[in-house]
């Protein structure tokens, strides 16, 4: 039985490995050269940092067509790569392919250092998608990139909780487009680590919204 088990492990391992095998990474970046003679997409904005008036330079920016199923393969073709200027402004143009104007979508990486706070799964890189584009279409996009800090944490009273009581802290960092988006971090407390510090990462130079979650017995307070 433990052998059969072995086996089926080994083939459902086999089987993720093909399908995820099956993404094809394409370069395209041709298309960005060929916009100097033919209607291209053009993709620009602002790109800031700090408190949201300075200008994030020398930003490093690539965008990819995407166009996978989850686990069943598909492209992602690289089509673009530029750069923000000293006013943290970009602006890139590339042209649009037949199989791009209905299909997939477009995301557009803003690659950053330690010295950024990073969101989502990654710390190398920002992105925000667009759904469509065509070779007349021009997409203005702001995006905020804050600083890096650190905010130590710890809760008073912790080891006072009963078995099922809890208290949790949430900071918010704006990000994203016109930084109005949000990256959170959620930590949390009972009577297992009663003492435990966190250290977390949040904005820096930006305001950082914190929320609390208590509970206690039948009781929950926001």
Known sequence: MKALLHILLI??????????GCIEDEDDLISQQECSSIPCAMLNGMISTGDGHEPFQGAEIEVLWKNTVYLGGGTIRTKARGQTNEDG???????????????????????????FLSCGNTTEYHDFSISQLSNDSIVT????????AFLSVHANGASQMADNDYLSFTA??????????GCGTVISWTNQNPDETYLIEVAAFQPVIVSTTTRKGEERTN
């Open 141 to 148: 996009t702001h995006y905020g990139i804050p600083y890096k």
């Open 11 to 20: 083939l459902i391992s086999l089987s993720l490995l093909l399908l995820q």
């Open 172 to 181: 918010t960092s704006p990000a994203g487009i016109d930084f109005q988006g």
């Open 89 to 115: 402004y970009y602006e890139i143009n590339f042209r649009v392919r037949e199989d791009e104007l209905e299909d997939g979508y477009f995301l557009v990486k803003i690659f950053i250092d330690s010295n």
